[in-house]
């Protein structure tokens, strides 16, 4: 129970201390209701460490779980997953300036030096694939702050975070 509940608590401060965006977009003449099984493509290639997606696709089996859908060997769908790490903007800088005149003629020149490390961010992929039908019926594109430095516990909990906001959608109304 312990355990349990410093998982939560663990899971509640990754999410409240840095946001998921999420985009969603679907297919709109897919029919939903006939996707019941699923599996990853064979090839896959998700961009992250093995151990990440070994937790990845743990945590995406537990919730697609929750959702009434079931692992097969003959799926309904394929679920192909792409991530890509990048440098966010960086966003806090202060002003320096030097400027001068007389005689009615003045210049100047100013520059903004940035204050601390830029943010490493993660976008991650999701893409549901129908290959007997429609293809491509459901994507979501996640976006969120990734700790390459984080323990085991913490990224489990941010992937957590992230397959629980991105399914929070699916499938759609």
Same mark, same amino acid.
């Given at each position: 129970?312990? *355990?349990?509940? =410093?998982?939560?608590?663990?899971?509640?401060?990754v999410t409240t201390c840095a946001p998921i965006y999420v985009n =969603?977009?679907?297919?709109?003449?897919?029919?939903?209701?006939?996707?019941?099984t699923y599996n990853y493509f064979g090839d896959i $290639?998700?961009?992250l460490s093995d151990l990440d997606t070994k937790r990845l696709l743990d945590v995406l089996d537990l919730?697609?779980?929750?959702?009434?859908?079931?692992?097969?060997n003959n799926p309904d769908f394929y679920i192909d997953i792409k991530s890509s790490e990048f440098q966010a903007a960086q966003r806090n800088t202060v002003g320096v300036g030097v400027g001068g005149g007389g005689r009615n003629v003045g210049g100047g &020149?100013?520059?903004?030096?940035?204050?601390? $490390?830029?943010?490493?961010n993660r976008q991650i992929i999701f893409d549901f694939v129908d290959e007997d039908g429609i293809g491509l019926f459901w994507q979501a594109v996640s976006?969120?702050?990734?700790?390459?430095?984080? &323990?085991?516990?913490? *990224?489990?909990? *941010?992937?957590?975070? &992230?397959?629980?906001?991105?399914?929070?959608?699916?499938p759609p109304k």
């Open positions: 129970m312990k *355990r349990t509940l =410093y998982f939560f608590v663990l899971l509640l401060l =969603y977009d679907f297919e709109k003449n897919a029919d939903f209701s006939k996707y019941k $290639q998700t961009g919730k697609m779980k929750e959702k009434g859908l079931t692992l097969s &020149i100013s520059i903004g030096l940035p204050i601390g $490390q830029a943010n490493v976006e969120s702050s990734f700790n390459p430095n984080a &323990i085991p516990e913490k *990224r489990e909990a *941010r992937l957590s975070a &992230i397959v629980e906001k991105v399914l929070a959608k699916y």
